[in-house]
């Protein structure tokens, strides 16, 4: 089985600007979670999506936004851009109940100058 | 409120010593409780989860947590470490009552292994 697959890898972005983030999960998983990964904050959760509803939200701007489509794919849009958004955003995916594992990405860093 | 605090950044260890990384939690229920680990340049790794049972889980490359309802407390754990095991772990926890709880994640230790 394929494992979770996030594009872009890398991007680099100028403050204003807006950025899509991709997520893909593994075959059968409908739960796909974002975080926000910095040296200074840890692992800071976005949202959390189950068959294209939010099920979950983290203490994040509404600047940040997310969606799921009915292929479980998942997008995450940040828009006007900040110095302090710079970060490695990791998607994980998981099976429905609360008691399972979640499988991550490589991540996609960001960099925003 | 769910919280876990990894009250170490950093854990340093000789090669074949035991090795501990330390994590308490506090939740309203009962937990789910997990441990992942980072290498450089990679996304988290499921390492070993408790759900119910016996308190000692094993894991994945000889790794263990104990968990401890008293000291609301889920160690990890392994009796000999290897260079290898340098890396990021991160405790995890999830309250079972609710499938709209969100899994929460330790500000993570840095774990490093000298020959």
């Known amino acids: 089985k394929a494992g979770v697959t996030q594009t872009p890898r890398y991007l680099i972005k100028t403050r204003g600007q807006q950025v899509t983030l991709s997520c893909s999960p593994i075959?059968?998983?409908?739960?796909v979670s974002w975080y926000q990964q910095t040296p200074g904050q840890g692992l800071q959760f976005l949202f959390e999506?189950?068959?294209?509803?939010?099920?979950n939200k983290g203490n994040f701007p509404g600047r940040f936004s997310g969606r799921q489509f009915s292929n479980s794919r998942s997008e995450m849009n940040v828009s006007t851009l900040e110095l302090g958004d710079s970060a490695l955003y990791l998607c994980a995916s998981s099976l429905e109940t609360t008691q399972n594992i979640q499988y991550f990405g490589a991540g996609t860093r960001l960099s925003v100058l | 409120a769910q919280s876990v605090a990894q009250p170490e950044d950093q854990v340093n260890v000789a090669e074949g010593n035991p090795l501990t990384v330390k994590c308490t939690y506090s939740?309203?229920?009962?937990?789910?409780l997990f441990w992942y680990v980072q290498y450089p340049n990679r996304g988290l790794q499921f390492l070993l989860k408790?759900?119910?049972?016996?308190?000692l889980v094993k894991g994945s490359y000889g790794f263990e947590a104990e968990f401890n309802k008293s000291q609301t407390s889920f160690h990890l754990k392994k009796p000999s470490a290897l260079v290898s095991d340098s890396a990021l772990y991160f405790c995890?926890?999830?309250?079972?009552?609710?499938?709209?709880?969100?899994?929460?994640f330790g500000s993570g230790t840095r774990l490093s292994i000298r020959p």
């Open positions: 075959s059968g998983h409908r739960s």
């Open positions: 995890a926890v999830r309250d079972r009552g609710s499938s709209a709880s969100k899994i929460i």
């Open positions: 939740v309203s229920g009962n937990p789910y």
């Open positions: 408790y759900i119910t049972g016996d308190n």
């Open positions: 999506y189950f068959s294209e509803t939010q099920r």
